[in-house]
T-cell receptor, first 112, second 113 residues
Framework: AQSVTQPDIHITVSEGASLELRCNYS??????LFWYVQSPGQGLQLLLK??????LVQGIKGFEAEFKRSQSSFNLRKPSVHWSDAAEYFC??????????FGTGTSLTVIP | NAGVTQTPKFQVLKTGQSMTLQCAQD?????MSWYRQDPGMGLRLIHY???????DQGEVPNGYNVSRSTTEDFPLRLLSAAPSQTSVYFC????????????FGSGTRLTVV
């Protein structure tokens, strides 16, 4: 079945530490790939996206993600986490026909 | 400010009542969608539209109805509310078919008692 998997439900990191959030997908072709962030009580904000070209993409707020076709993965990274990065993070894939599918999310806690 | 506006932000309904969640965007986006967000389940697509007059079902369309009479507006109707429809609902719009990603509204938190 087609799916988007975020294996980590919750991650806790110390402020200043590096971060990697995992995302795997299972679709026949390479879909469009996205990471969104959701602060409490807010809608989702687009962090970055990939649909072709360089497999390392830069986003807002110092985030980056790397597409690895062989692993069907699109992991999100940040070298140094700030307390304001505490939020819920969603990986999503976009298919033809404007259908987007989201992972179940990873909740990030940042401790001082 | 340009964006996606959802109203109301909060709503409590009794089982069996009907209501319409409003969604409007002022970015001239062709593509609009409704999602529901439930704990541990991410966002699930309810209905979507690729332009005025064109709508289609997503993953979880039962109990919901949509129409798209204008490019700007994409209301979601709950025909007869059920407790299983307690959720946070997000409307989103996009300029292009896929690569651009969505702009999301701030959500409507609906409770059905």
């Amino acid at each position: 079945a087609q799916s988007v998997t975020q294996p980590d439900i919750h991650i806790t990191v110390s402020e200043g530490a590096s971060l990697e959030l995992r995302c795997n997908y299972s679709y026949g072709a390479t879909p469009y790939l996205f990471w969104y962030v959701q602060s409490p009580g807010q809608g989702l904000q687009l962090l970055l996206k990939y649909f072709s070209g360089d497999t390392l993409v830069q986003g807002i707020k110092g985030f980056e993600a790397e597409f690895k076709r062989s692993q069907s993965s699109f992991n999100l990274r940040k070298p140094s986490v700030h307390w304001s990065d505490a939020a819920e993070y969603f990986c999503a894939v976009g298919l033809t026909g404007n259908q987007f599918y989201f992972g179940t999310g990873t909740s990030l806690t940042v401790i001082p | 400010n340009a964006g996606v506006t959802q109203t109301p932000k909060f709503q409590v309904l009794k089982t069996g009542q009907s209501m319409t969640l409003q969604c409007a965007q002022d970015m001239n986006h062709e593509y609009m969608s409704w999602y529901r967000q439930d704990p541990g389940m991410g966002l699930r697509l309810i209905h979507y539209s690729v332009g005025a007059g064109i709508t289609d079902q997503g993953e979880v369309p039962n109990g919901y109805n949509v129409s798209r009479s204008t490019t700007e507006d994409f209301p979601l109707r709950l025909l007869s509310a059920a407790p299983s429809q307690t959720s946070v609902y997000f409307c989103a719009s996009s300029h292009d078919r896929g690569p651009g990603g969505y702009t999301f509204g701030s959500g409507t938190r609906l409770t059905v008692v």
